[in-house]
């Protein structure tokens, strides 16, 4: 049985930083592609971040360019999302998923963890 499980998220002020973690289990974790996505309230869910099976390769939104850095612990079975320079409009819940890099779309996801900035 796969399984997603963030944590990390919580309360912090503007400007300031959280690192998110997203621990797989039940997969061949090295052969898949990890990707943070997040939805605000009554927002569609967005893409944030994707990170490749080996960690080469990295893409992010271009609200999360230059403040957020996603990378990987495979012998850990864990994606980080690391936020800085965090804005009120950061704030949503935030979900990790995984795909196996061969497929186009997310099959895992995890139940989510809530990030609020404060301004």
Known sequence: QVQLVESGGGLVQAGGSLRLSCAASGLTFRSYVVGWFRQAPGRDR??????????????YSDSAKGRFTISRDNAKNTVYLQMNRLKGEDTAVYFCAARPAARPTFDYWGQGTQVTVSS
């Open 46 to 59: 967005e893409f944030v971040a994707v990170i490749s099976e080996t960690g080469g390769s990295t893409n």
